[in-house]
């Protein structure tokens, strides 16, 4: 059975950094694509960040760019979220997910596994 778990969440304030990890297991960890997401209260869960399979292609929204940073290591069956500059807007839930390379990376239905989410706060 596929898992995703994430972890590295917390309060942080504005300008801070985060570091969320997510832990996979259940499957090939190196075949699939790696992305983060995230949902504020109220809002629809929206694409962060893209790493694919081999780590080769990374996407990011254009509201993170230049501050965050998606990694993966395939030792380690584990995928990352460096978020540095926070702001306020930050603020979510953030989930991890993974899926099959496609052409979509940007989309929920991408991905066929999800994580149970951490929650990031920015304080201002």
């Known amino acids: 059975q596929v898992q995703l778990v994430e972890s590295g969440g917390g309060l942080v304030q504005a300008g801070g950094s985060l570091r969320l990890s997510c832990a996979a297991s259940?499957?090939?960890?190196?075949?699939?694509?790696m992305g983060w997401f995230r949902q504020a209260p109220g809002k629809e869960r929206e694409f962060v960040a893209v790493?694919?399979?081999?780590?080769?292609?990374?996407a990011y929204a254009d509201s993170v760019k230049g501050r965050f940073t998606i990694s993966r290591d395939n030792t380690k069956n584990t995928a990352y979220l460096q978020m540095n500059s926070l702001k306020p807007e930050d603020t979510a839930v953030y989930y991890c997910?993974?899926?099959?390379?496609?052409?979509?990376?940007?989309?929920?239905?991408?991905?066929?596994?999800w994580g149970q989410g951490t929650q990031v706060t920015v304080s201002s």
């Open positions: 790493i694919s399979w081999s780590g080769g292609i990374r």
């Open positions: 997910a993974q899926g099959p390379p496609g052409l979509n990376p940007r989309q929920t239905t991408h991905y066929d596994y």
């Open positions: 259940g499957r090939t960890f190196s075949t699939y694509d």
